[in-house]
């Protein structure tokens, strides 16, 4: 994926219980200066922190 492309993501949750989902993820380039139409990330997978503060920011 490079700037200015549109992207379409869609998922699916593979797993889910108290602390986390799992989500199985498929990223579709829709628009772009460099072709047509492609698949950008697949398969993928993310992994949700249910409930826990994470990252840059947090106090």
Excluded: Q, Y
Aim: proline share 8%.
């Amino acid at each position: 994926m490079f700037a200015g492309e549109t992207v379409r993501v869609e998922g699916t949750i593979a797993e889910l219980d108290e602390s986390r989902a799992v989500v199985e993820l498929t990223a579709t380039i829709l628009e772009s200066t460099f072709g047509p139409e492609r698949p950008a990330a697949k398969p993928a997978r993310a992994v949700v922190l249910l409930g826990t503060p994470d990252g840059p920011g947090v106090s």
